[in-house]
T-cell receptor, first 114, second 115 residues
Framework: AQSVTQLDSQVPVFEEAPVELRCNYS??????LFWYVQYPNQGLQLLLKYLSGSTLVKGINGFEAEFNKSQTSFHLRKPSVHISDTAEYFCAVSSNFGNEKLTFGTGTRLTIIP | DGGITQSPKYLFRKEGQNVTLSCEQN?????MYWYRQDPGQGLRLIYY???????QKGDIAEGYSVSREKKESFPLTVTSAQKNPTAFYLC??????????????FGPGTRLTVL
């Protein structure tokens, strides 16, 4: 079984400031890791994913995340946020057995303050 | 334009009525999924299907039913046995290929309100 913990349910950040959204996972097997973004009343869009290789992965809209196996973390970062980044962000995990089932965290609502 | 269509976007039903949510994809994806989203709880898997005429229960299947008669369609029925059906429902699909992970693509969602 696997699980995902997003400790911060809400994160307010001033415009142009950096942000880090935290994600920790638990799994007894190797995993794939994902960050999705959801704008109000819309579906989810993939921001970035870690499958293998370099532990620093870059995604769309200037976001990046670092896979840390020893700390079982996959934190999402952006050096300078914009008003348009206001959304809910979900971390998700899948086992790497070719089964595409995802387990999601509870989400972090990012609010950008002008 | 390829993608996933969910209809309707908003749905209202009286308590005790069954209701069916539509999900159609033209991406030629093998697998399809239904998730339920509640505030502060993230997304939880209801049912998924990897091939036509076959489907498996997810984490919260009680009170729901599905069918997969066509590759492109995966309707979800919320039955009167579902104790708290008001939620945002998301459909997703993905390819299945041995040895490789395939991204799930999500539809725009249906917000169901039971009065």
């Amino acid at each position: 079984a696997q699980s995902v913990t997003q400790l911060d349910s809400q994160v307010p950040v001033f415009e142009e400031a950096p942000v880090e959204l935290r994600c920790n996972y638990s799994s007894s097997v190797s995993v794939y890791l994902f960050w999705y973004v959801q704008y109000p009343n819309q579906g989810l869009q993939l921001l970035l994913k870690y499958l293998s290789g370099s532990t620093l992965v870059k995604g769309i809209n200037g976001f990046e995340a670092e896979f840390n196996k020893s700390q079982t973390s996959f934190h999402l970062r952006k050096p300078s946020v914009h008003i348009s980044d206001t959304a809910e962000y979900f971390c998700a995990v899948s086992s790497n057995f070719g089964n595409e089932k995802l387990t999601f965290g509870t989400g972090t609502r990012l609010t950008i303050i002008p | 334009d390829g993608g996933i269509t969910q209809s309707p976007k908003y749905l209202f039903r009286k308590e005790g009525q069954n209701v069916t949510l539509s999900c159609e994809q033209n991406l030629n994806h093998d697998a399809m999924y239904w998730y339920r989203q509640d505030p502060g709880q993230g997304l939880r898997l209801i049912y998924y299907s990897q091939i036509v005429n076959d489907f498996q229960k997810g984490d919260i299947a009680e009170g729901y039913s599905v069918s997969r008669e066509k590759k492109e369609s995966f309707p979800l029925t919320v039955t009167s046995a579902q104790k708290n059906p008001t939620a945002f429902y998301l459909c997703a699909s993905s390819l299945i290929s041995g040895g490789l992970y395939n991204e799930q693509f999500f539809g725009p969602g249906t917000r169901l309100t039971v009065l």
